[in-house]
């Protein structure tokens, strides 16, 4: 139940603000997040996470477009092939921590 209120809270949140991540992503301020919080799993395709890097692993997420990716980094996602916990498991990061870090991975694996 708390996972649904978290993902309508978030919907809401982008409604409101008009995607509010849209022009604010920033790959360079990205890099720190990744490096301390995402790399773990990134880099070594834990739990079925995309290996950044990886173009044909997050291809099919790419194409779901920013916005998407970056609300499921934020609520969490489960997938076919693997699982992410809301934010990396690091509920300290902020939303435009998160959106930096998903940008930064998208540069490294387009």
């Not at 978030?10 to 409101?16: F, I």
């Not at 990205?30 to 996470?49: L, N």
Request: one cysteine or more.
């Amino acid at each position: 139940m708390s996972r649904f209120v978290s993902a309508a809270l978030v919907g809401a949140a982008l409604l409101v603000s008009g995607n509010a991540f849209a022009a604010n992503y920033n790959a360079a301020a990205g890099k720190p997040t990744y490096d301390a919080s995402c790399a773990m799993c990134h880099k070594a395709g834990m739990m079925g996470a995309p290996k950044t890097g990886d173009k044909a692993a997050w291809a099919p997420h790419i194409a779901k477009g920013m916005d998407k990716m970056t609300a499921n980094s934020i609520t969490g996602y489960k997938g076919a092939k693997g699982q992410m916990p809301p934010k990396g498991g690091n509920a300290k990061l902020t939303a435009q921590q998160v959106a930096n870090a998903v940008a930064y991975m998208v540069s490294l694996s387009k």
